[in-house]
Structures are given as C-alpha cells and as structure tokens.
C-alpha cells in the first residue's frame, strides 16, 4: 500500500467518524428524551421547583450534556485529521490540478468547519451555561425560567447547526468518492500526471517475446 492509499484511508476513516458522531448523537438524544418521556421519569432533587411531567427533560438534559461533549471531541479530533490530510495532498503533488469535484469537496469541508466552530467554541458553551443555571436554580428552588428560556430559544439554532454539518458533510463524501475514482480519459490523464506515472508507451520491442 502506498502512503497515497494510506492517507486515503485515513482520511475516510475520520470523514465516517465525523459525520457517524453526527448521526449517532441525533439518534441517541431522540431516543433518550422519548424513553424518558414514556416512563415518567422523575428527579428528586426537583420534586418541589419543577412540574413533574418536565423531569424526563432534565433527565434527558443530564444525559445529553455528556453525549454531546463527547460529540464535540470527535468533531474536533476528526476535524484535525481530515484538514491535515487534505492541506497535505494540496500542498504535494496528489491533487496538483483543480477539478470540480475537489472544489466542491473545499466547500463542503469549509462550511462543516465554520459550522463546528460556532458550535463548539460558541453555541454549545452558551447553551451549556444556561442550562446549568437553570438546573442550579431549579434545585435551589429559585426561578430560573429565563436560563431555560434562553436554552430553549437557542435550541432550534443547534438542530440547524447539527444538520447543516452533516449536510456539508455528505457533500464532502460525495465528492471525495468521485474523485477517488476516474470517469473520463481525461480524469485518466489527469490520475496518470499526479502519480508521477510516464505518459510514453511502452516501446514495442519491449513487449515482443
């Protein structure tokens, strides 16, 4: 296997984990909230300063808080990888001339970049501290609806951001798989040029035996 190969592979991994992460945290918190939900699930550090039919949110909240940090870590780790392969390639002689499919792969992994870094270094933190107020409040026994309301407000913003990045993302494997493989006798040239392969045919005596 050559270091091309290999660093496709890599790359591939981390784009799968990256968008797998996305998926998977949508899925869990739908689920979690749902089963809470239908259970009933109370918490008693809450029985007195919050309606009964509320607590499987604050369960779910509680629960989601470490799904989504953990989310982010992946994010951030598979962002990394995923950018340092590909500053690589546009700085060798892998990916030397501009197509289509690779202009567009750019785009897609620059919108899931800005979108991941407004959500963790901007939105999840915000959110994140006004549902622990609300949560520090509420066991308290103190009114902390405005902390929940500004959680509340902002959560259609992260259902927005989430999707957008898996949607970049798809883009982005779409994008990558068409490259990986070439579809013209141009594309051929094009392969053949960027591994350094000769272009001359194999002289005829050569293939005499």
């Known amino acids: 296997m050559t270091i091309h190969k290999l660093t496709n592979a890599i790359y591939l991994v981390f784009l799968s984990l990256w968008f797998g992460s996305l998926i998977m945290t949508g899925i869990v918190a739908g689920v979690t909230f749902t089963v809470l939900h239908n259970i009933d699930a109370q918490v008693p550090a809450f029985a007195e300063s919050v309606p009964s039919g509320d607590h ?12 989504f940090l953990l989310g982010d870590f992946i994010q951030l780790i598979s962002v990394v990888a995923v950018f340092a392969i590909v500053g690589s390639q546009l700085f ?19 919108g899931a970049l800005l979108l991941v870094c407004y959500n963790v270094f901007i939105l ?33 913003t992260a259902s927005f951001v ?5 949607g970049c993302l798809l883009v982005v494997i779409a994008s990558s798989g068409f490259m990986m493989f070439p579809h013209t006798e141009e594309d051929e040239r094009r392969k053949v ?12 005596l050569l293939n005499q035996t």
């Open 162 to 166: 989430l999707a957008s990045t898996a």
């Open 124 to 156: 999840s933190p915000r959110m994140n501290t006004n549902l622990r107020k609300y949560w520090d409040a509420a066991e308290a026994n103190e009114d902390g609806s405005a902390f929940k309301k500004a959680f509340d407000d902002e959560h259609p």
């Open 56 to 67: 499987y949110q604050i369960a779910g909240g509680q629960v989601m808080q470490s799904v």
């Open 92 to 110: 060798s002689a892998k990916i030397k001339l501009p197509t289509t499919p690779n202009l567009i792969r750019l785009a897609g992994l620059t």
């Open 193 to 204: 040029i960027v591994s350094g392969a000769s272009q001359l045919e194999t002289p005829k």
